[in-house]
């Protein structure tokens, strides 16, 4: 067999071999524009823990008079006016940019997922105010108003490890992505007395979590369609720790109040989302085995041809005595 047949030969059964392995190709994916959707309820709770007490100027002796928060010591909040709605798209993040690798109608690998769930205005949100009682004579300071109060600026995922994917029918399957769940915030805030705020500034936050949901593949080979759903609750802990408050109350009396109050923050969301791609480009199984089949017949008719005109030259060849 000539070398041009050996390689021709070779590198089809190669290719029919390893068929399946050539169908898994790796596509890029870039989430956004009107097609992804996202939706969330959102609570706020506050744990406030208050021990100890306070001091108030008394005006009238110009002493200073101390109290004591009185029992129940832990109040709970809910989120004011009940749980909030959230609405936004997708969108894909940068630096990382994620791929998805599709075999036979099922995605097999998941690399580089960093989305930003929520792409949307802030949204407000606050719980209802906690009343700490006091035993201090002055009536302004017989229950303490505690309210919470921040705006959700962003909250999305970045994946860290292997996603894990099962097939659960035709062109259908779950996943479940290892990695954190991320939450920005802005303007969050203590509002003691209800007029006298403590700031906690612009935090963000970031939780070990494992993305899970489902997804489809869809279309023609030319055309493929990727979507991907999820739902899930994702609790974020704000936080919290003790915090020295001093502030005035203009009244007649001008008091002048020192507490000491420590608070623990967590937000909640139980969300829906739907995100797809499409427009990717998956060959045919069978174009695969058509590249095959054509190596090797090209092979065939290079050999022949090739032995054809070796057998001619030696029948055009003159022989010698």
């Not at 100027?57 to 109040?75: I, R, V």
């Not at 097999?108 to 209802?128: D, H, Q, S």
């Not at 969050?188 to 993305?211: K, M, N, Q, W």
Request: charge should be neutral; proline fraction near 7%.
């Amino acid at each position: 067999m000539s070398r041009i047949l050996w390689v021709a030969v070779t590198l089809g059964w190669s290719i029919v071999l390893s068929a399946n392995a050539a169908r898994a190709i790796t596509v890029p994916v870039n989430f956004g524009g009107p097609a992804q959707s996202f939706s969330a309820t959102v609570d706020l709770s506050a744990e406030l823990f208050a021990t100890g007490g306070g001091r108030v100027l008394n005006p009238l002796t110009k002493n200073l008079e101390d109290y004591s928060f009185l029992p129940p010591f832990d109040h709970a909040a809910a989120t004011q006016g009940g749980p909030k709605s959230l609405t936004g798209a997708i969108v894909s993040e940068a630096p990382l940019n994620t791929t998805i690798d599709i075999v036979g109608g099922h995605v097999t690998k998941i690399t580089n997922l960093n989305v930003n769930l929520y792409n949307g205005p802030a949204l407000p949100v606050a719980t209802e105010p906690m009343n700490v009682a006091t035993d201090s004579t002055f009536p302004l300071l017989t229950n303490i108003s505690v309210q919470v109060s921040v705006q959700i600026a962003g909250l999305g995922f970045q994946q860290t490890g292997v996603a894990s994917l099962v097939p659960t029918g035709e062109n259908v399957g779950t996943f479940a992505i290892p990695g954190f769940a991320k939450a920005q915030y802005k303007n969050a805030r203590l509002l003691v007395a209800g007029a006298i705020p403590i700031e906690l500034g612009d935090p963000s936050f970031a939780t070990p979590r494992v993305f899970t949901g489902s997804y489809k593949v869809s279309g023609p080979p030319g055309n493929t369609k990727i979507e991907f759903d999820a739902d899930g609750r994702y609790d974020f802990n704000l936080g919290g720790g003790p915090a020295e408050v001093d502030f005035g109350i203009e009244t007649p009396f001008a008091l002048t109040i020192m507490s000491s109050l420590d608070y623990s923050l967590v937000i909640g969301y139980d969300i829906a989302f739907h995100a797809k791609q499409s427009g990717l480009i998956v060959p045919e199984p069978g174009s695969v085995a058509l590249l095959a089949i054509g190596l090797v017949a090209s092979g065939v008719v290079l050999w022949r041809s090739r032995t054809s005109n070796r057998a001619n030259a030696r029948q055009r060849s003159p022989k010698r005595d």
